[in-house]
Nanobody, 123 residues
Framework: QVQLVESGGGLVQAGGSLRLSCAASGRTFSSYAMGWFRQAPGKEREFVAAINRSGGMTYHGESVKGRFTISRDNAKNTVYLQMNSLKLEDTAIYYC????????????????WGQGTQVTVSS
């Protein structure tokens, strides 16, 4: 079992920045590709970003490319999502997830996920 706990969400004005963190415990963190997805009220789940086990390969969803950056620190069992130039449409609950491969993560094929952290962007 892997437990994932997100933090860092909050209220921010459009154009601002937030950094989300996801702390993992349980099985070996470095054995998993990690990612973030989000879900806004009344909307379908959306892929945000993914990173492979070593951190050398990343993918970002089209709607966040150039603004969000995923990274990981395996020594700290933590994955991050740096969010810059936030837009109103970024408002959602953001979930951290762990899966077998980064490719699977892009298609929301993951094995574990956290409880989520709310990100609200205001005008």
């Amino acid at each position: 079992q892997v437990q994932l706990v997100e933090s860092g969400g909050g209220l921010v004005q459009a154009g601002g920045s937030l950094r989300l963190s996801c702390a993992a415990s349980g099985r070996t963190f470095s054995s998993y590709a990690m990612g973030w997805f989000r879900q806004a009220p009344g909307k379908e789940r959306e892929f945000v970003a993914a990173i492979n086990r070593s951190g050398g390969m990343t993918y970002h969803g089209e709607s966040v490319k150039g603004r969000f950056t995923i990274s990981r620190d395996n020594a700290k069992n933590t994955v991050y999502l740096q969010m810059n130039s936030l837009k109103l449409e970024d408002t959602a609950i953001y979930y951290c997830a762990a899966g077998a491969t980064v490719q699977a993560m892009v298609f929301s094929k993951y094995d574990y996920w956290g409880q989520g952290t709310q990100v609200t962007v205001s005008s």
